[in-house]
């Protein structure tokens, strides 16, 4: 025997106490994160209906989908969505920070009002912005008793319009968020190099646009990231805000997934809008978040 | 970068000076707008919304609204109020943040300070789950649940937030100890400090910051989730649910007052966090964001 050599039992315990410790953490999210993907994938393969079952029938559930009007609006309403979502969030974003870098005064009070809306839930926000939209209690009634007889803002209720009063709420609630990103950005930037640019006689714009702006690429980065993945998974405020409505004009795949899951009895449907969204978010996180990782080992 | 100014100010006219100010002031305005409007119409008498303007002052101020979305509102189909829905939050809150908080904790300690071949890929997994859109996990979530007999309880949802909780905190802490010199802990390792001792003692004093920042994420997320707490509540709701249900009713008058009061009841936790601990929230923002 080599007791002399071998390490005794407490020095190997120290040895495993790390993995040991680890590895409720990391089971649970094999099996809660990544058993459960393949459990919904698996399911997008079968008949499933009430309740899970395991009869096979290959692609049909995707083809069902895909030809579901109710599907298609939500897709499209996604698209809508998510482009208006992101832009204007960015741009009032960036707008915000490049203007409170101004040495204004009173910065102290903005941020934290620009950036409150953050810390509500989204129910929160649509309950707020569902009756402040009302035509008849909110800013259309308003404007009709301050005067404004022919003011009109019934978006709320039209079909077709109805998708950017969503929009609208979104942006109020993350604008903020997006600002306080690019302004950590903006304080990070060297100020000789801009005092340089503007010894050389380039004009505030000119500062801006070719020199400040390329150099928040990283916070430009963050922001799509973020606002596409809360984009993707808006499910809150448009329950809180126009339950899917008006009829359906509201749908997003987030919304479709849960009534043809549980309400319609068509989980293999359902399972299947699931894996698209699932993909759609995974196409932009894998390679973000492995660039991030790469750059932080490197 | 201490001899740089922090702001890129550029100088400019007094016109385009006053048009900035201007403009910040009218974007505060766009902030504050639907958080005024639920204020003054949760103190008002349903008579002078319905038949008055959204954003007067009340003519009569009340607390009835308040007193009702508490205690004596219709939710579903029970005249409870909001009260027994803003425990339930509570009772699911706490113990969430706090068990995912230790794990973040212990699981950025080991990543960073423990480190063994695969740790990136045990990472990487990890980081990932906090990302994926929740919906790809519920109907697997709802047999496991219904199968382990805490389907519609609040234990369940304690686990369902727990679970997919821990990616982010041990993302805060990893990312906050990768900084902490790693000779101290092989220093104290060599005195013979075991794996707790060294965290218990070396790491957790320097810790306050980021569990923090930890502990206001998770709250506050956790606190405003609705998608789990609708798909996994059963009748132990918790309080976004609760509101919903409340504001959706379609049964009777819609007493737009008591749901602005319920509205503010839903957010004041968070808020009062956010007002509290406001520098905390922001960088916990920023480091879920930017981890780079």
């Known amino acids: 025997m080599t007791v002399s050599t071998a390490p ?11 993995k040991l410790v680890l590895a409720p953490s990391f089971a649970v999210t094999i099996l809660f994160v990544y058993g459960f993907i393949g459990f919904t994938v698996l399911l997008s393969f079968t008949g499933s209906k009430m309740l899970p079952s395991f009869k096979w029938v290959g692609w049909e559930n995707y083809e069902k989908l895909w030809a579901l009007p109710a599907w298609n609006t939500a897709v499209m309403n996604i698209a809508i969505f998510a482009s208006l979502y992101i832009v204007i969030c960015t741009a009032v974003g960036l707008m915000l920070a490049i203007f409170l870098d101004q040495k204004i005064r009173g910065e102290g009070v903005l941020r934290p009002i620009y950036l409150y809306p953050m810390a509500l839930s989204f129910i929160v926000t649509g309950t707020a912005w569902k009756w402040f939209l009302d035509p008849g209690i909110g800013l259309e009634n308003v404007m009709h008793l301050w005067g404004w007889q022919s003011f009109s803002f019934t978006w709320i209720k039209d079909g077709n319009m109805a998708i950017y009063t969503i929009v609208i709420a979104a942006v109020w609630q993350t ?12 304080r990070g930037i060297d100020n000789e190099i801009l005092k340089a640019a503007q010894i050389d006689g380039a004009s505030n714009w000119q500062l801006y646009r070719r020199i400040v702006i390329p150099l928040l690429r990283p916070a430009f980065l963050s922001a799509f990231v973020i606002l596409s993945h809360l984009a993707i998974k808006s499910y809150d405020l ?14 997003m795949p987030a919304t479709f997934m849960y009534s043809y899951t549980f309400t319609r009895n068509q989980m293999g449907i359902g399972a299947s809008s699931a894996v698209i969204m699932l993909m759609t978010i995974a196409a932009i996180m894998v390679p973000y978040l492995y660039a991030e990782m790469k750059e932080k080992k490197g | ?62 607390l009835d609204p308040w007193r009702s979305a508490w205690s004596t509102a219709q939710i579903g189909v029970e005249p409870t109020g909001l009260k ?11 113990p969430a943040v706090v068990i995912s908080t230790i794990m973040g904790a212990l699981n950025g300690y080991i990543l960073t300070k423990w480190r063994f071949r695969g740790d990136t ?5 990890m980081l990932f789950s906090c990302f994926i859109p929740f919906q790809i996990v519920l109907i697997p979530m709802a047999v496991v649940l219904g199968k382990l007999g805490l389907a519609g309880s609040v234990p369940g949802l304690v686990l369902v937030h727990v679970v997919y909780g821990i990616g982010f905190t041990t993302l805060y802490f990893r990312n906050y100890y990768a900084t902490f010199p790693t000779e101290l802990v092989r220093a104290a390792q060599i005195d013979g400090a075991g794996f707790f001792q060294i965290f218990w003692r070396i790491l957790l004093p320097v810790s306050g910051p980021i569990a923090v920042v930890s502990i206001i994420w998770q709250f506050t997320n ?34 737009y007052n008591v749901h602005f009061a319920g509205a503010i009841l839903a957010a ?12 905390y929230f922001v960088r916990g923002l920023m480091a879920g964001s930017v981890k780079g």
């Open chain 2, 121 to 125: 890929w045990v990472f990487g997994l």
């Open chain 2, 268 to 279: 004041l936790p968070t808020l009062l966090v956010y007002i509290v601990a406001g520098r």
């Open chain 1, 238 to 251: 448009v329950v809180a805000l126009t339950g899917g409505g008006p009829g359906r004009a509201t749908e």
């Open chain 2, 1 to 62: 970068m201490s001899a740089v100014t922090q702001d890129t100010a550029v100088s400019m006219g007094r016109v385009t000076r006053a048009l900035i100010y201007l403009l910040l002031l009218l974007f505060a305005l766009f902030y504050l707008l639907p958080l005024y409007v639920m204020g003054v119409n949760s103190v008002k008498p349903l008579a002078e919304i319905t038949g008055g303007n959204m954003m007067a002052l009340p003519e009569v101020w009340t």
């Open chain 1, 8 to 18: 005794d039992f407490r020095t190997r315990l120290q040895d495993w106490l790390p």
């Open chain 1, 175 to 186: 604008s903020g968020f997006v600002m306080a990103m690019f302004l950590a950005g903006l």
């Open chain 2, 84 to 94: 027994p829905y803003f425990l339930n939050s509570i009772l699911m809150v706490v």
């Open chain 2, 222 to 255: 956790i606190w405003n989730d609705f998608l789990f707490g609708a798909s996994f509540g059963g009748t132990n709701q918790p309080m976004t649910v609760a509101l919903n249900n409340l504001v959706q009713s379609s049964t009777g008058v819609k007493e």
